[in-house]
């Protein structure tokens, strides 16, 4: 782990286990403001790849941002917390892009609505569609829970094959999800950071 990440973990840590810093603050300094990790020194890199996923989606970029250990060099997912993000591009961590809108949410939702009601779900596929739903009830899409064959995930994944792994994006894959509203997002980060924050705390005891 290089040093520049080792001070960004431990400085992570510190306002994490602040008092006086609110989870909102945490959320709001290091998950959504500012040039993600990967993109310092590069803003028009950072500034080219939302403009892409902007029109695909038809969003304004301020809708858009990078999040996971692309946002920070390091990740704070439960099974891989602190690793940094040093490494080869094509085997080292996702560029994990979230779009906040409510009228991409609920075009997909209409959208999947109509294909529900006109197809007949393969038993074999209960599992994902019920983890599409858990996904769904907490207010956030991702395209790999989305029903069986539904059409609209062809044209979201053939658009996010051509972005990945590009030299001009950095040589990372490249994935996304749409939240509906800013309050399901730090809805489900506050809870992956208040366990973040209790595990600190007991290792401080």
Known sequence: ????????????KRLLIDNTYTM???I???L??????????????????????????NVNQRNIFIT???????SIAPSKLWRPIDGDPEKDSDIDIVIISDKVFDYYWKSILDY?????MPSKNNQKHAEFLDYF?????????????????????????????????GGRK??????????????????NLNGIRTILRGEGD
């Open 1 to 12: 782990m290089s040093e520049i990440i080792i001070e960004r973990v431990e400085h992570f």
């Open 24 to 26: 909102q603050d945490i």
């Open 28 to 30: 709001e300094e290091f």
């Open 32 to 57: 959504v403001f500012g040039t993600p990790y990967i993109y310092i020194g590069q803003e028009g890199v950072y500034y080219n790849l939302k403009k892409q996923v902007a029109d695909f989606f």
């Open 68 to 74: 996971g250990s692309s946002k920070l060099g390091f």
């Open 116 to 120: 529900n009601e006109k197809t007949i």
């Open 137 to 169: 009830f907490k207010g956030w899409l991702r395209p790999d829970k989305f029903p069986y064959r539904y059409e609209g995930a062809d044209e979201w994944f053939e658009f996010f094959r051509k972005i990945s792994y590009k030299k001009e994006f």
């Open 174 to 191: 490249v994935a996304a999800a749409i939240y509906r509203e800013e309050y399901f997002f730090n809805k489900y980060n506050t809870q």
